[in-house]
Structure formats: structure tokens, C-alpha cells
């Protein structure tokens, strides 16, 4: 895991990280869209930083992004969403959840209704496609992530970040089929790793979401 951990992964010593070929883009790239989110995230960063829960929030967000960018590496290589990453991952969105629970003026009889009605949203789609499919189109990391992922975003942002897979996931699945398939002439039984998407549409809708909404409502 240490080989897809960024910024850790630079020091792993094997045929594919050596000194010689470290800051290759290939090799820094993860950690470049890592510390652009981070700087996007602080300039517009809902709460803002006026008290030290927010500056506290902020601070768990980054190792969310951090856990996010680290959950997408690992998929590209294993194509698995492991449990190692998914767990503590799930810790600190509740610990986050939490601390926005006890921010002054937080309803939070209201966060509660909209935390569940995300992880029934986000959590039960993947869900609903792996039992019909018997794990055949996604795994139970998918399954797993979207619970999380609804958690973190909570109802409307759940629906936005639904949606916004739905566009990626079409457009990578033309791509497959009318570049990428006959060009490496792939595999019928080919995946896609999910979770670049999932990591990817939970990040703009966090930072996002709610600003686009407010565009069309």
C-alpha cells in the first residue's frame, strides 16, 4: 500500500520509483491534484475560517482529499477499493460530521435526516447494481465508498454528486468504446477503475455542489 501512498510512494525503492525517475510527471501527478484541491478548497471553503471549528473541519477535509487521492491511486493499480482505506476513511467523515453537529447555531436534528437520506442515496444505488448484478458490474468497495460518500455530503449534494457520476461514468464509457477499445484492443471483461470517479465527484461536490445547485433552484 506504502506504493500508492502520495507523496510516500516517491521513497519506495523498487523498479518503478527510483531516484533517477521520481519526479517524473507520472510519478508526482496524484500529489500535484492533491495540493490543487487543497489551495481550491481553502478559497472556497463553505464555512469559512472564523472560528477554530472551521479551521478544525478544514483540517480533517484535507486528510479526507488526502485518503480520497490515496483510495483513487490504489484502485488504478489493485482495482480494488480495500477496506484498509475505506475504514479510516469512514472515522474521519464521522469525526467530521461530529464536529459540524456541535458548530453554534447547527440544526442537528436536520443534519442527521440529511446525513441518512445521502448514505440511503449514494449507498443504495451501488447497491441496488450490485445485487442485481451479482457483483458482475461493481464491487462491494463501491457499495461500501457510497455509504461513506453519502455521509459526507449529506442529501442535495449526495443527488449532485449522483448525477455528476452518471456524466463522467457515460463519457469514460464512450471513450472505452470509441478510442481507448480499439486502440489497446482491451478485453471485453475490462473494468474501469471506479474509484478515480468516486474520489473525483465527492471532491467537486464538496467544494462545488452546493454553489451549482444555488445556480438552478
Known sequence: MLETTPF??????????THKNVLTWRNIYAEAIYVIVIIISAFYWPQGFKTKGDIFTFSLWVIIVFLLVWLALNNLKT??????????????????????????????????????????LLGGV?????????????????????????????????????????????????????????????????????GIFWSSTIIISMIFGQDIINLFV
Open 8 to 17: 510516500i510512494r516517491w521513497f519506495q525503492h523498487n523498479k518503478h520509483h
Open 79 to 120: 482495482m480494488m477499493l480495500l477496506d484498509a482505506l475505506l475504514k479510516p476513511l469512514l472515522v474521519i467523515v464521522i469525526v467530521y460530521q461530529i464536529v459540524v453537529a456541535m458548530q453554534p447555531n447547527q440544526n442537528v436534528g436536520s443534519l442527521v435526516v440529511n446525513m441518512i437520506g445521502g448514505t440511503l
Open 126 to 194: 451501488p447497491l441496488v447494481f450490485y445485487v442485481f448484478s451479482r457483483g458482475k458490474w461493481l464491487g462491494f468497495g463501491d457499495v461500501k465508498l457510497g455509504f461513506i460518500a453519502g455521509l459526507l455530503l449529506g442529501w442535495s449534494l449526495s443527488w449532485f454528486c449522483l448525477i455528476l457520476q452518471i456524466i463522467t461514468l457515460t463519457l469514460a464509457f464512450l471513450a472505452y468504446v470509441l478510442v481507448i477499445n480499439k486502440v489497446k484492443k482491451l478485453s471485453p471483461t475490462t473494468h474501469l477503475a471506479s
